[in-house]
């Protein structure tokens, strides 16, 4: 069994910076794209940026310059530098990754982390 841990957020004022990681636990797997979301109240879960086991990033076009992903295949880990914190970033941020297990492919969801910016 895989699942998905993730640590940081919290509170941050706007300016300020976090930093997110999520990390695939458990035994016989490969690890995929790994990819972050966020989701405010009121509103739909939206991509914020994710990156291949190749190393290629994507960003939401409104996040690129103050948001940027990282991953380290040997400890099969993600993490999300936050810089220049606004209000509107606030919200529920979720790691999804795509893992294989003894030849099964399927999407895996962190248990999500609350970021809150306060102005």
């Known amino acids: 069994q895989v699942r998905l841990v993730e640590s940081g957020g919290g509170l941050a004022q706007a300016g300020g910076s976090l930093k997110l990681s999520c990390a695939a636990v458990g035994s016989t797997f490969v690890v995929g794209t790994m990819t972050w979301y966020r989701q405010a109240p009121g509103r739909q879960r939206e991509l914020v940026a994710g990156v291949t086991a190749g190393g290629t990033t994507n960003y939401a076009d409104s996040l690129k310059g103050r948001f940027t992903i990282s991953r380290d295949n040997a400890e099969n880990t993600v993490s999300l530098h936050m810089n220049l914190l606004k209000p509107e970033d606030s919200g529920v941020y979720s790691c999804?990754?795509?893992?294989?297990?003894?030849?099964?492919?399927?999407?895996?969801w962190g248990q999500g982390t609350q970021v809150t910016v306060s102005s």
């Open positions: 999804n990754a795509d893992i294989s297990v003894l030849g099964v492919r399927r999407d895996h």
